[in-house]
């Protein structure tokens, strides 16, 4: 999908957004961060690079004026049109294949070199439209078996099989997908690491685009947690967990400033490659009016928690805390707000029959999606976060800002946020987090210190107008200062200075 709106003046950049899974078809904390940064910025022309899980998702968010186009790069829905490669192309596409594949299996021997250049030659057999078609070729998945099967290759211990070569050449096609996408012209931003770095490396590689780098959570880490469970043996999570660690090197390595929502994911940058100069901090903000006190508390003790249903909040940790918490205090209640996206509906029955074994059925209410967050905030005397991964988690500083205290896992920038605010407690130890809940529920002056103490934090150190405010000079900072050459996408003309429609301007 490709949309085009409007007819901007000129502004002070360019910027292209690149996403995963978030804004604009999604909620979530990092599309209220770009929401909040996109209408903060009616100086500067967005473009959004969205990639989806079929491409038919609509928008979840109204985009403002500041947003002239949308695209959305499906990558599991369908197939995309294109052609097997043959003959003279047929063996330098392979080639470039096998290159991939070797720095891939092959870490530690100086061969992982090899990932930047096959990836940029595999882009050019993607603007040739040959890339999908040539990975679910036969010849393709022979390749990976015969390197599998090559001496010295590191591969895991579990011998690879011919199922294992076709389910690791379909994931790597489908990973591939987004370098077809339209380029980034002006700034490229990607707001996560990963795969929505891959249009934006790509259009540096070629056009010096300058890539700007957000991580809110640690890509690289969040696909080494969700592959305990994943469903693949291990020579294919191997494969594509190498494919992830050169990827996460690549951006690190190529982009013009990296801004991490914590000091957290500095040491993870740093690990994988970044230059520590090119590392900037930039918290997540709020406004502290439209999170004000929240009032009074309920008369009933009550923990409250927000946030999507997902395994990476560990709702089963909290779900195990509370059935220790309602030992001490029998009348304690949990409500959980937040909606169940496609896909964790197993993970939310799971949880709910968590509740009904530990005997809390009776006390735990799963209440959906609300219209307004601060309900949820004001619904508990202690709002809780049991996550295993974070960045800078937006429904804690909203938390904090609404004055309630907190008790959150050590996780991320969690620490960095809460700093003596609240009480932090080490991830997935129920006893932990039900004892420093117990101890806020029996303190009613240490909770009402600890909620004015978090407020204040919040308006000295994290509101939204300190975010604003970073973004707009970075952006101002990375804009080039000599046009390019303009380049036509989707009916709009792009220059790094002023965006012009042409005549065939519209909605496709």
Same mark, same amino acid.
């Given at each position: 999908? +490709? ?20 804004? /604009? ?17 009616? *100086? ?20 403002? /004026? ?14 995309? *049109? ?23 299996? !092959? ?32 010849? !393709? ?23 294992? !070569?076709? #389910? ?85 390595? +190529? ?15 740093? +690990?994988?490659?970044?230059?520590? *100069?090119?590392?900037? #901090? ?10 004000? /006190? ?80 601060? #309900? ?99 952006? #101002? *900072? ?31």
């Amino acid at each position: 999908m +490709h949309a085009v709106f409007g007819d901007p003046p000129s502004r002070i950049a360019q910027v292209t957004l690149l996403t995963e899974g978030t804004y /604009p078809h999604a909620p979530g904390g990092v599309s209220v961060w770009c929401d909040q940064l996109v209408r903060a910025l009616p *100086d500067v022309d967005f473009r959004v690079t969205a990639l989806t899980a079929t491409g038919l998702e609509q928008p979840v968010w109204e985009l403002p /004026p500041q947003v002239r186009a949308l695209e959305a790069v499906p990558m599991w829905g369908g197939t995309p *049109d294109g052609r097997k490669p043959r003959g003279r192309d047929r063996r330098a596409f392979l080639g470039a294949w096998e290159r991939l594949l070797t720095a891939l299996l !092959a870490e530690g021997s100086g061969a992982d070199e090899l990932f930047g250049p096959a990836l940029y030659e595999l882009a050019g057999w993607a603007d040739a439209g040959v890339l999908p078609a040539g990975l679910r070729s036969e010849a !393709a998945v022979r390749t990976l078996v015969g390197l599998w099967r090559r001496p010295g290759t590191d591969v895991a211990a579990a011998r690879p099989t011919q199922h294992d !070569a076709l #389910t690791g050449t379909d994931l790597l096609e489908h990973a591939l997908r987004p370098l077809a996408a339209t380029a980034p012209t002006g700034v490229a931003h990607a707001v996560s690491g990963g795969l929505a770095t891959l249009p934006g490396l790509l259009a540096h590689h070629r056009e010096e685009v300058p890539l700007l780098l957000t991580e809110h959570g640690v890509y690289q880490r969040e696909r080494y947690l969700g592959s305990r469970t994943g469903p693949h043996r291990w020579p294919v999570k191997s494969l594509i967990l190498h494919f992830f660690r050169l990827l996460a090197r690549e951006g690190y390595r +190529h982009s013009a400033l990296i801004t991490p929502g914590n000091r957290y994911n500095r040491r993870w940058e740093e +690990h994988g490659g970044a230059d520590a *100069d090119r590392i900037r #901090t930039v918290y997540n903000g709020v406004d502290p009016g439209a999170f004000p /006190p929240a009032g009074p508390e309920p008369e009933v003790p009550t923990l409250s928690w927000a946030g999507r249903i997902d395994p990476i909040k560990d709702l089963e940790t909290l779900i195990r805390a509370f059935a220790l918490v309602r030992e001490e205090i029998p009348a304690a209640r949990l409500r959980i707000f937040g909606g169940t996206p496609r896909g964790g509906e197993e993970y939310r029955a799971r949880c709910e029959a968590l509740a009904a074994t530990v005997g809390a059925a009776d006390a735990v209410r799963f209440e959906g999606r609300v219209d307004d967050i601060r #309900t949820a905030y004001a619904a508990g005397q202690v709002v809780m976060l049991s996550s295993i991964s974070e960045g800078f988690p937006f429904t804690l500083i909203e938390a904090m800002s609404c004055g309630r205290c907190t008790v959150s896992t050590d996780v991320g920038g969690v620490r960095e946020a809460v700093g003596d605010t609240g009480l932090v407690v080490p991830p997935r130890d129920p006893a932990a987090m039900a004892a420093a809940t117990v101890a806020l529920l029996r303190d009613p002056a240490r909770r009402a210190s600890l909620g004015e103490a978090a407020r204040l934090r919040v308006i000295d150190q994290f509101t939204l107008r300190q975010t604003i405010d970073a973004f707009r000079t970075i952006y #101002t *900072d990375l804009s080039p200062s000599e046009p390019r050459t303009a380049q036509q996408y989707g009916g709009v003309t792009w220059t790094s200075r002023v965006w012009r429609p042409t005549p065939t301007e519209g909605t496709a």
